[in-house]
């Protein structure tokens, strides 16, 4: 039983690391890449590049992401930051050089559910009760005004860089994928059992009718039903 619990409190732990944000300098750093000390990360977690001045005045030079981790240190990619209409980052010609600040999971706290059902989409919310959820009826009413009931990847990242979400949590079948939204990678899974055989598509919000023209249900576009969609969306190849 005490070894039970230190298995599932080891999980917690694990698990619960991946939305902190951690501050850390950035080491060995090249045009495009730089190493930190901070080991044990998952491929596709992102975060910015902070340069401070002397005056104690800051300004964010890039994104970067992690492409490569063990366990002591990780290596990062720097990423051209894309500017959103809501908001404009301000421009430099600095690059990234030692010293500067990394702060990994930068905006993890907000998160957009993609989840096939009302249960499984409050499951989820209780489950995570410190993350802040932007309601998927937003993103739904966008696609309806659109006329898109397929969201794509750019679909999904360019509304998460609009309204500042740094991750997506996608329920496909028994497991919820925890997803970036800046490299679109799956960073964590988590087996979750709940009951989802209604599926509403393209996922469940309480905006109906996406598509106006009825011969292009969500099922007929040629993608495929839920499940399927969302696996091949994000690059799934071991779901059962």
Do not use: W
């Not at 104690?56 to 894309?82: G, R």
């Not at 010609?93 to 600040?101: E, R």
């Not at 979400?165 to 970036?180: A, M, N, P, S, T």
């Amino acid at each position: 039983m005490i070894k039970f619990l230190f298995v599932l409190l080891l999980f917690y732990n694990s698990l619960f690391a991946i939305f902190e944000t951690k501050t850390v300098d950035i080491i060995s750093t090249t045009n495009k890449t730089a190493t930190i000390d901070q080991g044990n990360l998952s491929i596709g977690q992102t975060g910015i590049i902070v340069h401070k001045y002397k005056n104690n005045n800051s300004i964010i030079l890039c994104d970067a992401k992690v492409i490569a981790s063990n366990n002591n240190s990780s290596k990062i990619e720097f990423i051209k930051l894309k500017d959103s209409k809501q908001y404009t980052y301000a421009t430099t010609n600095l690059k990234p050089q030692n010293q500067d600040k990394f702060i990994l999971n930068h905006l993890y706290k907000n998160v957009l559910i993609i989840a096939p059902n009302l249960k499984t989409y409050n499951t989820i919310k209780a489950k995570f009760k410190k993350q802040v959820f932007l309601s998927s009826d937003i993103f739904a009413s966008i696609l309806k005004a659109n006329n898109n009931p397929t969201p794509t990847k750019k679909d999904f990242q360019d509304f998460c860089r609009f309204n500042f979400i740094g991750l997506l949590f996608v329920y496909i079948k028994d497991r919820l994928y925890i997803v970036d939204t800046k490299s679109f990678k799956t960073i964590k899974q988590i087996k979750i059992a709940i009951d989802a055989k209604e599926k509403q598509k393209p996922f469940y919000s309480l905006v109906e009718n996406i598509e106006k023209n009825p011969l292009k249900l969500f099922g007929q576009s040629g993608i495929g039903k839920y499940d399927e969609y969302y696996t091949k969306l994000l690059g799934i190849s071991n779901v059962r």
